[in-house]
């Protein structure tokens, strides 16, 4: 009666892709406004058992599967299983079937027989995709070359709700706009939220037109300075080393793109300032001990939203 | 412009059975031979007129290409409509045409169009094919890493 129960909240509250498609979580595309915003209000619900967890999957089995290594993404499912009386196999890059180049189409295959659900992540785009047509059991995108990350959208989404709002929001995007896959993802769903978006990117770094151009509201820079006063949150990404074929042109861009602390003379009160995580030096560590940082908070917020997120895609609702 | 348009069609000879793909694209016909697999060793008879007057094109100018003895089948009309949507097919039987059809964009296009994303899953050891979410007309949408491709389809054919 109960799962019934739940199924039937279900399809109220996903669209259909989720309710024919084995409810796989692979770009931001699949989901509709209100399905995100189900999401965050269940990720809401199982915050305070983000600490103390709760016996809801208990006997079920989560696989990581990283092809590519991750050490934060991993450990961030593997904690939301494990408080949610779950538990984990994990398969890395090192591992011998990848070693040996074992296609994901045969790993996959072979491992949804041991798991109930598999976390996905992968150097190629569209990994992620390519598996949800062949499991049968659901299959969870952690990251899929330049390509998406939703999960950590969604994180997004949540910690800009919980700390800042989501309605009516002015946000900067800064870094890498080209190649980070964070960043493709989130604009896409603050656009679904109406958010008025500024990309801050240097020259030959900014989000392809593409991208550009499906989004409502948006302002393209490459000075932060035109921005960092009249915005809401400071979104901050990592500009990498290997995009620059020569190093001192990366090291004056990856100077004139990092936070300082004394850029926020003047910046909003309740700015904040969120990173995806892990930093180089794009933050400075001064900014650490402005009440304006929330990436470590960010990251914690990962905890309730996977631990959401397994919930549903494996049918056992809080 | 009618009567131009007659000693268009007249540039070349009925053909018997076959197909007749009309109103391509000007400039287009040799990429309709590319898709067709129609290349220099060909047994079969092929006609190309190319930049012939049209009233119903935009530029005033069109292309036509006659196969004799081949109907085409759907996959092979599918490619087709992503390097010429206005383009006509019309199947002949002893002369006379017993099929007329417009091209059609399909709503997903597989096997045809190589990703242009050398990152793609669709381009590695996997056994998975291209496929393409159709947007509009000339943009399509990669369903695995997403990427577009909204101009110089010809390019990307397999």
Not at chain 1, 17 to 35: A, N, P
Request: net charge negative; glycine share 4%; proline share 4%.
């Amino acid at each position: 009666m109960l799962l019934r129960a739940q199924k039937t909240i279900k399809a109220s509250a996903f669209n259909t892709y989720w309710m024919l498609e084995k409810q796989h979580i692979v770009s931001m595309r699949d989901f509709t406004r209100e399905d995100v915003t189900f999401i965050l209000d269940y990720a809401e619900r199982m915050f305070p058992f983000a600490r103390t967890g709760i016996e809801l999957l208990q006997h079920k089995i989560l696989a990581l599967l990283f092809f590519e290594p991750s050490t934060r993404t991993q450990l961030s499912f593997d904690s939301a299983m494990k408080r949610l009386g779950g538990s984990t196999l994990s398969l890395s890059s090192e591992d011998s079937s990848i070693l040996k180049g074992e296609t994901i189409t045969d790993t996959v295959k072979v491992v949804e027989g041991y798991a109930d659900a598999i976390v996905l992540r992968h150097s190629r785009e569209g990994a992620a995709r390519m598996a949800s047509e062949i499991s049968n059991v659901p299959i969870i995108n952690a990251g899929d070359g330049a390509g998406h990350h939703p999960t950590q959208t969604l994180l997004d989404l949540y910690t800009i709700r919980r700390e800042s709002h989501l309605e009516n929001l002015d946000i900067a995007l800064l870094g890498d706009l080209k190649y980070g896959r964070t960043a493709h993802s989130l604009a896409y769903a603050l656009n679904m939220f109406d958010a008025n978006i500024a990309l801050v990117a240097p020259d030959g770094l900014q989000m392809p037109s593409h991208i550009v151009d499906t989004l409502d509201s948006v302002t393209v820079t490459d000075n932060i300075d035109d921005v960092i006063h009249e915005v809401d949150v400071l979104y901050v990404t990592r500009i990498q080393k290997e995009r620059f074929p020569d190093p001192n042109e990366y090291l004056r861009v990856a100077k004139s793109y990092r936070i300082y602390r004394s850029m926020l003379q003047g910046a909003r009160d309740d700015l904040i300032i969120l990173h995806p995580l892990p930093r180089v030096d794009e933050i400075a560590t001064d900014v650490d001990q402005t009440k304006h940082a929330k990436y470590f908070q960010q990251a914690f917020y990962g905890i309730p939203v996977r631990m959401a997120l397994l919930s549903i895609v494996m049918d056992k609702l809080l | 412009m009618m009567h131009n348009e007659r000693k268009a069609e007249l540039r070349v000879r009925s053909i018997k059975n076959g197909t007749v793909i009309d109103h391509i694209t000007a400039g287009n016909a040799l990429n309709v031979l590319k898709i067709l697999g129609i290349a220099g060793g060909t047994k079969a008879i092929v006609s190309v007129v190319m930049n012939v007057p049209s009233k119903r094109s935009a530029s005033g100018r069109k292309d036509i290409v006659k196969i004799e003895d081949r109907e085409l089948i759907p996959e092979e009309v599918d490619k087709i409509a992503l390097i010429a949507p206005q383009a006509t097919i019309n199947i002949i039987r002893d002369y006379e045409v017993a099929q007329k059809n417009p091209v059609v964009w399909p709503d997903v296009i597989s096997y045809i169009v190589k990703c242009p994303n050398l990152n793609c899953i669709s381009n590695s050891n996997e056994p998975v094919f291209s496929k393409f979410k159709v947007l509009d007309s000339f943009v399509l949408r990669c369903v695995y890493c997403e990427s577009i491709i909204d101009k110089d389809i010809a390019a990307y054919l397999i």
